[in-house]
């Protein structure tokens, strides 16, 4: 997860000083591994959503990147 580029997703910035430039959902301090850590230790989305105050779309933009990066990868 810390290795896949975010540059190209929307939905997330990276700024040094913010959470030591880790990838953060933007004009949040929530880091995107966070997110997908609980995501992949069974949360659902209404529930990291909640947790996390984040918005679906945000969520999903971050899914939709990380799926094409893992993609172009093959």
């Known amino acids: 997860m ?5 540059s190209q997703c929307p ?4 700024i040094p000083g913010k959470r ?7 004009n ?9 850590d609980n995501l ?3 949360a ?6 909640d947790w996390f105050h ?5 969520v999903q933009r971050c899914s939709n ?3 094409g990066v893992l993609m172009r990868r093959l």
Do not use: C, H, I, Y
């Open 28 to 36: 949040t301090r929530t880091p995107v591994s966070v997110v997908f």
């Open 65 to 67: 990147s990380r799926r």
């Open 40 to 42: 992949e230790a069974g």
């Open 11 to 14: 939905a997330v910035e990276s």
């Open 44 to 49: 659902t989305v209404d529930e990291v959503m």
């Open 20 to 26: 030591s430039g880790a990838w953060v959902f933007r």
């Open 2 to 6: 810390a290795n896949l580029d975010w």
């Open 54 to 58: 984040l918005k679906r779309e945000q």
